[in-house]
């Protein structure tokens, strides 16, 4: 019973340096989200992916991008990494459109730091 | 626009007695409340959720939330604290007012998160 998967757990890269983060479900959720998480100041939404298809910016968008790869996958690409980036990404699914009341289901992050 | 905070960054309570976390938000028109919990490395977890009806909702591991419309607050509460409750704790809003119509519009607004410490 995995539910939500990110790959890799940790990453260290230098200024510049671009890579993937990978997610995965396996509860036919329809909805997918990125999330950021920096001391004091909660989760913040980078992208969200409401259905197969469809992908969409949230607060903090800029130096991100998305792919959703199917229903299962939602991965989050920084193109040219900068040591503002430095934190701890979730990825979370939930049932439905995402805007209801069904609770998100988040992996357990990937912790990411920029030299 | 919707906001949602958490004024205390820390709890402190001793072990059988009664936790309290706070929390207030503000939207625009009806809101959807939740709490999550989050064990060092690891992500969120649900713990409970105010959609409508009873003010009082009971969720995971023996928590339970107020809703006060008045007040504009959604406290977490548990009547005797475990040391195993130690973690952080996230309030959460999503403002369900003008159907599409705002770029926040049914986002999830997490708060800043508040540090529970129980003490045996």
């Known amino acids: 019973n995995a539910g939500v998967t990110q790959t890799p757990k940790f990453q260290v890269l230098k200024t510049g340096q671009s890579m993937t983060l990978q997610c995965a479900q396996d509860?036919?959720?329809?909805?997918m989200y990125w999330y950021r998480q920096d001391p004091g100041m909660g989760l913040r939404l980078i992208y969200y992916?409401?259905?197969?298809?469809?992908?969409d910016k949230g607060e903090v968008p800029n130096g991100y991008n998305v792919s959703r790869l199917n229903k299962r996958e939602f991965s989050l690409r920084l193109e040219s990494a900068a040591p503002s980036q430095t934190s701890v990404y979730f990825c979370a699914s939930s049932e439905g459109g995402g805007w209801g009341n069904q609770p998100q289901h988040f992996g357990d992050g990937t912790r990411l730091s920029i030299l | 626009a919707q906001s949602v905070a958490q004024p205390e960054d820390q709890v402190n309570v001793a072990e059988g007695n009664p936790l309290t976390v706070k929390c207030t938000y503000s939207?625009?028109?009806?809101?959807?409340l939740f709490w999550y919990v989050q064990y060092p490395n690891r992500g969120l977890q649900f713990l409970l959720k105010y959609i409508t009806g009873d003010n009082l909702v009971k969720g995971s591991y023996g928590f339970e939330a107020e809703f006060n419309k008045s007040q504009t607050s959604f406290h977490l509460k548990k009547p005797s604290a475990l040391v195993s409750d130690s973690a952080l704790y996230f309030c959460a809003v999503r403002d369900m007012e003008g159907w599409g119509t705002t770029d926040s519009w049914g986002k999830l607004q997490f708060g800043a998160g508040t540090q529970v410490v129980v003490t045996p």
């Open positions: 992916s409401a259905s197969e298809g469809t992908t």
């Open positions: 939207v625009s028109g009806n809101p959807y």
């Open positions: 509860m036919n959720h329809n909805s």
